[in-house]
């Protein structure tokens, strides 16, 4: 991401409409006391409220200063559970092993898939909800197909993970929904 993408990004989160999670997300629950769950371009936190609600601390990292803001005003104060953290995807370094939980909705970028596999725990599970290319336009989706995945991409692409959802669906909005578990152990 770039000055110009932070740009576009400001003025759709002018107002607040965190919208609702989606239930791969909602699927998602705490393996042990303490676990840490990263929401990878937030936007204003519909999934870092139900993960925190759910049990996990959660790191939310978007690009959107006003993104961020409206997850902070909505989120429980006394929690502590919550770190929002504005900074671009693209030079933000995960950490190997640093989290149970990584969720992406809405947004990809194919370049982080080997950051997100080690940025898992042994056993931590990943979940991608996003867009998906069906042959059409998507209605709500971007138009840019480095933006949208590819039929069984993501099942190809974790391969070595224990894959526990892996649902695509067509029509004006296509998406994929897919839930994956690192390995305890490396294979």
Known sequence: ?????????????ATSNPGTPRESVLA?????????ALDLACGQGRHALSLLAAGFAVVALDISSNAL??????????????LCVQADVDHWPLRDAEFDAVVVSD???????PQLKRALRPGGQLVVDTFLDFGHRNAEGPSNPD??????????AFHDFEILEDGERDGASARAA???RKPARAR
């Open 69 to 82: 803001r409206h997850l902070k005003s909505s989120a429980p104060q006394s929690t502590g559970r919550l």
């Open 147 to 156: 933006h949208v995945l590819a039929r069984g991409e993501l099942a190809r």
């Open 178 to 180: 897919f839930r994956a």
């Open 107 to 113: 947004f990809l970028d194919r370049r982080l898939y």
């Open 1 to 13: 991401m770039t000055i110009q993408d932070r740009t576009r990004w400001e003025p759709r989160h």
């Open 28 to 36: 998602l629950a705490p393996t042990s006391a303490g676990a840490v």
